[in-house]
C-alpha cells in the first residue's frame, strides 16, 4: 500500500511540475515538424495550430526531451570539451528551484551564386538564455549580430524599400545598418517572460512573433515579419484553447510629422479560439483589429481600451465605436483523416460587400485569402519522414486599407504571407531524420501580379491604398505584371549538438521568377556552420 502511495506522489508530482513549468519552445518548422507523429495522432487532442508551444503537455514534453537528446552520451565518460561541444548546453544550471542554461549561437555559412558569378557569406554570432524560477515562471532570451553578402534576389528585396521609407529591412529580423550597400548589417533579438499562475492559464510578456496555423504559410498570421512587443494570454479549459494578445508595432513607411519624429507606431489586438471537438476534428475562428497610434493630424490616439476585453468579438466592436479601424476575420480547421496526419484549412476574410459578391465582378471590396493543405509523419510508412502538401489564395488587395498606416503589416512587412496579396502558390516539402542526420526538400510555385511601375496598384503590394486601386471592378488573382516563381531547395545537415540545433550544413536553392518583361535566375550552394530555432523565409 505504501509502495501505491508513492508511486501516486511520484506521479502527480511530475504532472505538477510539467504543467507548471511552461517552457517556451522556439518556432522553428523544421524542428516542429519532428512533432507531428505525436501531436497529429489520432489519440492526442493536442492544441497544433497556436505557436510557439509551451512545453507544458507532457505529450509535447516527452518527445521533445526525446530529440533534444538524441544521440547524447548519458554516460558521463566524455571530456568535458566534448560534452560541451556534441551532447550539453554550454552553461547548464540545475537548482531546486532555480534552472538556466546558455549557449553561444553561431551561423557561419559562404556560398556561391554560379548564375551572377557571385560569392555569399554570413556572419552571425547570437546566444540564447533560458531557464525557470520555481515551479510557475520562465524566461528566454536571443540575439544575433550578423552581416552578410545576400545572393541578388534577396539583396534586391531588401533594397527595395516601401513608398515613402527610410529603412531597409533584413526579411523578417530587422533594419539594415548599412542603408542598401552590399555588405548587409543588422541585429535580431527575442525576448520572453512566462508565468503560468494556475494551470489553466500563462500570461506571456514578450518581444517575438506569434503563428497561426498548421501550415507552413499561414493567411492569418506568420512569424514572416520582425518582431514585435506584447502581451499574451492563453487558457485552456478542456478541448477548447483560447489567446488573446495585444501588440505594438510600427510602419516606417508612414509620412512623419516632422523629421525629427520617430516612426509611426500602431497597435493590433488579436484573439483565437481552437476548439478540439473531437480526437480527429478541430475548429478554430480568429480575429484582429490594428489601428493607428496617432491620426494623419497628429492627434495622439494611444491604446484603446475599447479593446481590452480579452473575449470580446472585435468585428461588432469595433463597428459599434463607429471607428476606422481595420479588422480582419478568419476560420481554421483541422482533419486527421488518418493517424499522424491531417487535412486542414484557412480563411481569411478582410472586407466583404454581398452585392459584388454575389454578382461576382471582381470588387475591389472583396478581399479575403484562404488556405488548404495536408500534412503528416510516417509518410508511406517511412519512419521519420514528414511531409507537407499546401495550398495558398488571396485575392487582390487583401490586408491594404485606406491608410497604408493601419494595414496589416509590421516593420514594412506582411503580417500574413510573405508575397503580400493578389498570388496563387502550391509549395510541398519533405523531411527525413535518420540518427544525426537531416534531409529536407521544398518545391514550391507562386503566381502573382505585380505592378508597372509604382503609379500602379494592382493589388499585390499591402502597403499601397486599395482605394487608389487600378480598377475598382473586374479584378482577378495574378491580374498586373503576371508572374511566375519556381523555387527549389534541399539541405543536408548533420546535427553536431542537438540541444541547440547546432549543425552542419549543405543547401542548394534554384530560383526563377519569370514575366513578360524579365527572367531572374538564381543557382545558388552555401556550406556551413548553423545553430538555433528559428524560422527566416527567403522562398520568396
Known amino acids: 500500500m505504501r509502495k501505491r502511495l508513492l508511486c501516486l506522489a511520484i506521479i502527480l508530482l511530475i504532472k505538477i511540475t510539467v504543467w507548471a513549468q511552461a517552457v517556451y519552445l522556439p518556432y522553428d518548422y523544421q524542428f516542429y515538424q519532428k512533432l507531428d507523429s505525436s501531436v497529429y495522432s489520432n489519440q492526442s487532442r493536442f492544441h497544433t495550430s497556436m505557436k510557439p508551444f509551451l512545453v507544458d503537455d507532457p505529450l509535447i514534453s516527452k518527445q521533445y526531451q526525446s530529440l533534444i537528446n538524441a544521440g547524447v552520451d548519458s554516460t558521463g565518460k566524455r571530456s568535458w570539451v566534448h560534452r560541451k561541444l556534441f551532447d550539453e548546453h554550454l552553461v547548464n544550471i540545475k537548482e531546486k528551484e532555480f534552472t538556466a542554461y546558455i549557449d553561444f549561437l553561431p551561423d557561419l555559412t559562404i556560398g556561391r551564386e554560379f548564375s551572377n558569378q557571385t560569392s555569399t557569406w554570413l556572419n552571425t554570432r547570437g546566444y540564447q538564455l533560458g531557464g525557470t524560477i520555481g515551479s510557475k515562471f520562465s524566461f528566454y532570451t536571443s540575439g544575433f549580430e550578423n552581416q552578410a553578402v545576400f545572393p541578388n534576389y534577396i539583396s534586391n528585396k531588401i533594397n527595395d524599400k516601401q513608398s515613402g521609407s527610410e529603412i531597409y529591412i533584413v526579411p523578417g529580423q530587422a533594419y539594415d545598418r548599412s542603408f542598401g550597400k552590399r555588405i548587409k548589417d543588422w541585429s535580431y533579438a527575442t525576448a520572453l517572460l512566462s508565468y503560468t499562475p494556475i494551470k489553466y492559464l500563462n500570461i506571456t510578456l514578450g518581444q517575438d512573433k506569434t503563428f497561426i496555423g498548421d501550415g507552413y504559410r499561414s493567411v492569418l498570421l506568420s512569424d514572416y515579419a520582425t518582431n514585435y512587443p506584447f502581451l499574451k494570454l492563453t487558457g485552456t479549459l478542456g478541448n477548447v484553447r483560447y489567446m488573446a494578445m495585444w501588440a505594438y508595432m510600427q510602419d516606417p513607411s508612414a509620412v512623419k510629422f516632422s523629421y525629427q519624429d520617430d516612426y509611426r507606431r500602431k497597435w493590433g489586438v488579436f484573439h483565437y479560439l481552437d476548439w478540439n471537438v473531437s480526437n480527429k476534428v478541430s475548429l478554430g475562428f480568429f480575429d ?71 454578382s461576382n465582378n471582381g470588387s475591389i471590396r472583396n478581399k479575403y485569402a484562404w488556405q488548404l493543405g495536408v500534412r503528416g509523419a510516417d509518410f508511406v510508412q517511412i519512419k521519420h ?58 518545391a514550391e510555385y507562386g503566381h502573382y501580379g505585380l505592378d508597372f511601375s509604382r503609379i500602379y496598384n494592382y493589388g499585390k503590394d499591402i502597403f499601397k491604398n486599395y482605394t487608389d486601386a487600378t480598377k475598382v471592378t473586374g479584378n482577378y488573382t495574378g491580374q498586373g505584371l503576371t508572374t511566375n516563381l519556381y523555387y527549389g531547395e534541399g539541405r543536408i545537415a548533420y546535427m553536431l549538438n542537438p540541444k541547440y540545433n547546432l549543425r552542419l550544413e549543405v543547401a542548394g536553392v534554384l530560383r526563377q521568377e519569370k514575366n513578360l518583361y524579365t527572367t531572374t535566375n538564381t543557382t545558388l550552394f552555401t556550406i556551413g556552420l548553423r545553430s538555433s530555432f528559428r524560422n527566416l523565409y527567403y522562398d520568396f
Not at 296 to 320: M, S
Not at 400 to 428: C, D, K, M, T
Request: net charge negative.
Open 288 to 358: 484582429s483589429v490594428i489601428w493607428g497610434d496617432k491620426d494623419d493630424l497628429g492627434n495622439k490616439r494611444g491604446f484603446d481600451f475599447n479593446y481590452i476585453n480579452p473575449v470580446v468579438f472585435l468585428r461588432p466592436l469595433e463597428a459599434n465605436i463607429g471607428s476606422g479601424d481595420n479588422a480582419l476575420i478568419g476560420f481554421t480547421g483541422k482533419y486527421k483523416f488518418v493517424d499522424k496526419s491531417a487535412f486542414y484549412g484557412q480563411f481569411a476574410l478582410d472586407e466583404f460587400e454581398a452585392k459584388s459578391f454575389l
Open 385 to 442: 519522414l514528414n511531409y507537407l502538401l499546401e495550398f495558398n489564395n488571396a485575392k487582390p488587395y487583401t490586408y491594404s486599407e485606406v491608410n497604408s498606416l493601419i494595414n496589416y503589416a509590421q516593420n514594412n512587412e506582411p503580417l500574413a504571407h510573405p508575397f503580400g496579396a493578389n498570388f496563387r502558390e502550391v509549395v510541398g516539402l519533405l523531411n527525413y531524420s535518420i540518427g544525426r542526420f537531416n534531409f529536407y526538400g521544398q
